[in-house]
């Protein structure tokens, strides 16, 4: 990626920052079905 300094820290910033964040929502999915039945 080639950019000014300060635009490549603030895409770089970002994209770490989904990376994290992203799967989030499948916490409360996982929550559920481990509170499922094993049948």
Not at 15 to 32: D, H, I, R
């Amino acid at each position: 990626m080639t950019g000014s300094p300060e635009l490549v820290a603030a895409v770089r910033t970002t994209k770490q920052f989904l990376t994290y964040v992203a799967s989030g929502p499948f916490q409360y999915a996982v929550a559920e079905a481990l509170a499922l039945p094993d049948t």
